[in-house]
């Protein structure tokens, strides 16, 4: 059972020693699959809109209190591209200001191995969700320090099919 309800609020938000609200994100990712069921080498990943629709990214936001942050990165998965799966080994950490507020930020990813796409999701409703290549999804995403992760991933995935 997966809950349908986007958590909101700041009374829960982590923040690093210096102040920096610390964000979790995923890169949610799947090997192709062909029309006779098998599955290829070929990496796919799944990028998603911003709520305004401009912009497209990997989920992200806000490490609660509450929650590990293994949980925190499944569960902003979930809610903003309604995919489960299993969260891997952290791919690093970044520093970046947000352009819109101004605001210091320490940002966590992780690989999201999906193993399951939900018909319906929290933000299903302010979020479209799109599957591609990596080079496709290099190009669309906004943030560097995501693309510095897909790079990560991409090259630990290669390490591991030698």
Same mark, same amino acid.
């Given at each position: 059972?997966?809950?349908?309800?986007?958590?909101?609020?700041?009374?829960?938000?982590?923040?690093?020693?210096?102040?920096?609200?610390?964000?979790?994100?995923?890169?949610?990712?799947?090997?192709?699959?062909?029309?006779?069921?098998?599955?290829?080498?070929?990496?796919?990943?799944?990028?998603?809109?911003?709520? $305004?629709?401009?912009?497209?990214?990997?989920? $992200?936001?806000?490490?609660?209190?509450?929650?590990?942050?293994?949980?925190?990165?499944?569960?902003?998965?979930?809610?903003?591209?309604?995919?489960?799966?299993?969260?891997?080994?952290?791919?690093?950490?970044?520093?970046?200001?947000?352009?819109?507020?101004?605001?210091?930020?320490?940002?966590?990813?992780?690989?999201?191995?999906? $193993?399951?796409?939900?018909?319906?999701?929290?933000?299903?409703?302010?979020?479209?969700?799109?599957?591609?290549?990596?080079?496709?999804?290099?190009?669309?995403?906004?943030?560097?320090?995501?693309?510095?992760?897909?790079?990560?991933?991409?090259?630990?995935?290669?390490?591991?099919?030698?």
């Amino acid at each position: 059972m997966v809950c349908l309800v986007s958590r909101t609020g700041r009374h829960l938000q982590r923040y690093d020693n210096l102040g920096r609200r610390q964000v979790v994100g995923c890169i949610p990712y799947r090997f192709k699959c062909s029309s006779d069921g098998t599955i290829s080498d070929e990496l796919e990943v799944l990028v998603i809109s911003s709520q $305004k629709g401009q912009k497209m990214m990997f989920p $992200k936001g806000g490490w609660e209190l509450d929650e590990s942050i293994e949980e925190a990165a499944l569960r902003e998965s979930i809610e903003e591209a309604g995919v489960i799966g299993n969260v891997e080994c952290e791919l690093g950490k970044w520093y970046f200001i947000s352009k819109s507020h101004g605001t210091f930020y320490e940002g966590y990813m992780f690989p999201l191995l999906v $193993k399951e796409e939900l018909d319906f999701w929290p933000e299903q409703n302010v979020r479209q969700r799109t599957w591609m290549n990596v080079k496709e999804a290099r190009d669309v995403c906004q943030h560097w320090w995501m693309k510095e992760a897909l790079d990560i991933l991409v090259e630990r995935l290669a390490s591991l099919q030698q």
